[in-house]
C-alpha cells in the first residue's frame, strides 16, 4: 500500500473550514483513499473515501487530485468536537485481508 | 449501521492474570476482524487479523501464545491477554470489514488495559 504524508498538526477556528492535506505521491491506480479521525480515548472513526472523484458525505469532503498524488480532507464548518488526530490512509480494498496502516496522522485543533 | 462494540471498555488486572475482550459487529456479518493496539501518545498498531473459522495471523513481533485470539462466529472475536503483565497496559482497539467494493472497515470503541 502507498505511503501517505501529513502535517503532524493544525489549528482550525471554530465555524470555519478545516482543510486537512494529505500526499501519497506513490498512490497506484487501484488505491483508494480513506480517511478517519480519532477522537481521544476512542476508536478511529470513518469519515470518508474515495478513488478518483471528488466525495461528499454528511461529515466531510474530499477533494482528490488529477493526478490521484494528494488529496485534501474538508470539513467545512468545524467545530469544537471535530478536535481530534485525523488519518489518510492508502490502500487497495481486499476484503479479507484489508487491515488499515496507520500512520502518525494530523492533529487537529479547533479553537472558539 | 456498521456498528462495533467492544466489551469491557475498561479493565483493570493484577500481573499474571488473563484477561478477554469481546469485539462484536452488531448490524453486519465480519469473516474478518483485526486486532490494534495503541500506546499513549502513538498511532495504531496492527497486532492480528482474526478469521472466522480458521486460525489468526499475528503481525511480526506479536506473541500469538500470549495474545489469543477466537473468532467462533461471524460477529463475534476475542482477544485473551494471557499471562498480563504491566508492559501490556494499552488500549486495545477491534475493526471489522463491511463486504463491498471499498471494503470500508468499522472500528469498535475500544478497550482500555490497565495491568497493575
Given amino acids: 500500500d502507498a ?3 501529513q502535517p503532524p ?3 482550525c477556528a471554530e465555524g470555519r473550514a478545516a482543510n486537512l492535506p494529505c500526499n501519497h505521491s506513490t498512490i497506484s491506480g487501484n488505491e483508494y483513499v480513506y480517511w478517519y479521525r480519532q477522537i481521544h480515548s476512542q476508536g478511529p472513526q470513518y469519515i470518508i473515501h474515495g478513488l478518483k472523484n471528488n466525495e461528499t458525505n454528511e461529515m466531510a469532503s474530499l477533494i482528490i487530485t488529477e493526478d490521484r498524488k494528494s488529496s485534501t480532507l474538508i470539513l467545512p464548518h468545524a467545530t469544537l468536537r471535530d478536535t481530534a488526530v485525523y488519518y489518510c490512509i492508502v490502500r487497495v480494498p481486499r476484503y479479507n485481508n484489508n487491515d488499515m496502516r496507520f500512520g502518525a496522522g494530523t492533529r487537529l485543533t479547533v479553537k472558539p | 449501521g456498521a456498528v462495533v462494540s467492544q466489551h469491557p471498555s475498561r479493565v483493570i488486572c493484577k500481573s499474571g492474570t488473563s484477561v478477554k475482550i469481546e469485539c462484536r459487529s452488531l448490524d453486519f456479518q465480519a469473516t474478518t476482524m483485526f486486532w490494534y ?3 499513549p501518545k502513538q498511532s495504531l498498531m496492527l497486532m492480528a487479523t482474526s478469521n472466522e473459522g ?3 495471523t499475528y503481525e511480526q513481533g506479536v506473541e500469538k501464545d ?7 462466529s461471524l460477529t463475534l472475536s476475542t482477544l485473551t491477554v ?3 503483565h504491566p508492559e501490556d497496559s494499552s488500549f486495545y482497539i477491534c475493526s471489522a470489514a463491511l463486504a463491498g467494493g471499498s471494503d470500508t472497515q468499522y472500528f469498535g470503541p475500544g478497550t482500555r488495559l490497565t495491568v497493575l
Avoid: E, V, Y
Wanted: hydrophobic fraction near 35%; glycine fraction near 0%.
Fill in chain 2, 66 to 72: 500470549k495474545f489469543l485470539i477466537n473468532h467462533a
Fill in chain 1, 3 to 5: 505511503k501517505t504524508t
Fill in chain 2, 54 to 56: 480458521s486460525k489468526a
Fill in chain 2, 82 to 84: 494471557t499471562s498480563a
Fill in chain 1, 9 to 11: 498538526s493544525m489549528d
Fill in chain 2, 37 to 39: 493496539r495503541q500506546f
